[in-house]
Nanobody, 120 residues
Framework: EVQLVESGGGLVQPGGSLILSCAAS????????MSWVRQAPGKGLEWVSVISSGSGITTYTDSVKGRFTISRDDAKNMVYLQMNSLKPEDTAVYYCNAGLDYGSGYDSYWGQGTQVTVSS
């Protein structure tokens, strides 16, 4: 059974930091690109960051560049999102996603999400 379980969300003041974690199981983690995607209240899904399989190349949406860092530990089947200098507009449910394009199809798995609230 595939599982992605996020943790680490919570309430933080503007300018604060949080580390989100995502524990993966049930698939070959090292083969998958891992992403963080968020959904703010009343808005659609917004892709935040991705880390590739293998070389671990990272990409970020412009609004979080320089503040967020994505990383992965293939030995532990974990992906992380270090979030610094948090802003109220970062308030959202954050989802972990695993994706693999195997040519003839695409696998995509989602976690249940973790709430991040940035407020004073």
């Amino acid at each position: 059974e595939v599982q992605l379980v996020e943790s680490g969300g919570g309430l933080v003041q503007p300018g604060g930091s949080l580390i989100l974690s995502c524990a993966a199981s049930g698939f070959i983690f090292r083969d998958y690109w891992m992403s963080w995607v968020r959904q703010a209240p009343g808005k659609g899904l917004e892709w935040v960051s991705v880390i590739s399989s293998g070389s671990g190349i990272t990409t970020y949406t412009d609004s979080v560049k320089g503040r967020f860092t994505i990383s992965r530990d293939d030995a532990k089947n974990m992906v992380y999102l270090q979030m610094n200098s948090l802003k109220p507009e970062d308030t959202a449910v954050y989802y972990c996603n695993a994706g693999l394009d195997y040519g003839s199809g695409y696998d995509s798995y989602w976690g249940q999400g973790t709430q991040v609230t940035v407020s004073s």
